[in-house]
């Protein structure tokens, strides 16, 4: 009995089912890695508390390490006395970008530049006049080069939702994040997977 020939696909069908089978791979990858940080942390809460969360990275001084805030926090007999002892505050998006920019040693105009961004927008952003969108904090970490710790303060702090591995869009984004890709090459991932680009118009 002849085998029957598998009918061939036409290269574009086959191209986008190879983009859908390696988006599924970069989405699982990217999930397998956010359970594993949260396994080393406090294992439950924000998808990306990592075990050792330096804030040296914006600060110069590193932090103890989440395990260690998490068991002194739950044996305090009060938060506030927590609080104060570690000096917890609320962190700004202005207060915060402008913390990474002397950390990274870089200027805001080249930021704002590089982030694809109007310069009065940019700077008002920076001085805390204006509240950007979640893709316009995105576009800011990308152009900071910030990793996936920085990305999630910043967001946090613009009172943005965190990256999310499960969602198709956000998979792609910690992807590139993770990998260091730049604001450019970030759209140009997103445009092969016809997920909206950030950038001119993005919400």
């Not at 988006?23 to 406090?42: D, I, L, N, P, Y």
């Not at 990274?104 to 006049?129: E, H, P």
Request: charged fraction near 30%; glycine fraction near 8%; charge should be positive.
């Amino acid at each position: 009995m002849s085998r029957r020939r598998p009918p061939k696909l036409h290269p574009r069908t086959e191209d986008r089912g190879h983009d859908r089978a390696r988006t599924s791979r970069v989405r699982s990858r990217v999930c397998k890695r956010a359970r594993a940080a949260m396994m080393e942390g406090q294992g439950k809460g924000g998808a990306w508390m990592m075990a050792r969360e330096h804030e040296g990275k914006a600060s110069g001084t590193a932090e103890p390490l989440t395990e260690e805030l998490l068991r002194e926090l739950r044996t305090a007999p009060d938060p506030m006395q927590f609080i104060d002892a570690h000096s917890i505050t609320h962190r700004t998006l202005p207060a915060y970008l402008n913390e990474l920019l002397e950390a990274k040693g870089l200027r805001r105009s080249d930021v704002v530049r590089a982030a694809g961004l109007n310069d009065t927008f940019g700077y008002q952003i920076f001085k805390g006049q204006r509240n950007p969108s979640r893709d316009k904090v995105l576009q800011l970490a990308l152009a900071l080069g910030c990793d996936l710790v920085e990305t999630r303060r910043l967001l946090q702090a613009a009172g943005a939702n965190e990256l999310y591995c499960k969602d198709r869009r956000d998979a792609i984004l910690i992807f590139c994040i993770d990998h260091a890709l730049s604001l450019q090459q970030t759209n140009e991932e997103l445009y092969r997977f016809g997920e909206p680009t950030l950038g001119p118009g993005s919400e």
